[in-house]
């Protein structure tokens, strides 16, 4: 299984940034996707995922009403839109795949190499 991450960068505040997310090796259809982030010093935090086979999505409560987790089956991707960027919402953001609708990092499967979003005020 591979996930491959994309779409950072560096944004004002109050911008946006899609980022992507193409698996390989796995059915994208029978899996939970979701996204996390790490800051420099901090843990792997939760931010959004979704379950395609049960139409499930849930959101870390910080990103609530900003971003926006949504898949494409025929693409194997997953995307996360993000708008009205924070400086607080800096951070390498990775994608994850698993079997668990539980928000817990430890509870992902596979990981993809992470994407560099940067937020300045």
């Known amino acids: 299984v591979q996930l491959q991450a994309s779409g950072g960068g560096l944004v004002q505040a109050g911008g946006s940034l899609r980022l992507s997310c193409v698996a390989s090796?796995?059915?994208?259809?029978?899996?939970?996707m979701g996204w996390f982030r790490q800051a420099p010093g901090k843990e792997r935090d939760f931010v959004a995922m979704?379950?395609?086979?049960?139409?499930?999505?849930r959101y870390a409560d910080s990103v609530k009403g900003r971003f926006t987790i949504f898949g494409d089956n025929a693409k194997n991707t997953v995307y996360l839109q993000m708008n009205n960027l924070k400086p607080e919402d800096t951070a390498v953001y990775y994608c994850?795949?698993?079997?668990?609708?539980?928000?817990?990092?430890?509870?992902?499967?596979?990981w993809g190499q992470g994407t560099q979003v940067t937020v300045s005020s």
């Open positions: 979704l379950s395609r086979l049960g139409g499930s999505i």
């Open positions: 090796g796995v059915t994208f259809s029978s899996y939970v």
């Open positions: 994850a795949s698993g079997n668990s609708f539980a928000t817990g990092a430890g509870f992902m499967d596979y």
